[in-house]
């Protein structure tokens, strides 16, 4: 059986992910609106589910996955949309899932 904090971080992302993509394709922008709910709603429920500790996982999920891809687009290899775009999925997902996500 899944747990509940699976199923609320589910029903948050796929959404958004699905959506977010869809943007992203269509029109080849990603808006700040959409990454902004993502990484406040990864935030939050996070920090719900975790208290303190699953706060500073998900700051540091965005800030490791944002720092990584901020690398690869001050080389012109990504766009700034897709670098907010994966610090929010960082933020969701939580610091040791940055890597394998």
Do not use: E, W
């Not at 699976?6 to 796929?14: D, G, K, N």
């Not at 990603?30 to 706060?55: D, E, Q, R």
Request: proline share 4%; net charge positive; glycine share 14%.
């Amino acid at each position: 059986m899944l747990a509940p904090q699976t199923i609320a971080l589910a029903s948050l992302f796929i959404p958004m992910a699905i959506l977010i993509t869809y943007m992203d394709v269509r029109y080849r922008r990603i808006p700040n609106k959409l990454v902004l709910v993502t990484l406040l709603g990864g935030l939050l429920l996070n920090t719900i589910f975790g208290g303190t500790h699953g706060f500073l996982a998900s700051l540091g999920g965005f800030a490791l996955a944002f720092g990584v891809m901020l690398f690869f687009h001050a080389f012109g290899t990504m766009g700034a949309g897709d670098v907010k775009r994966c610090g929010a999925i960082g933020a969701v997902s939580g610091i040791s899932l940055v890597f394998p996500t």
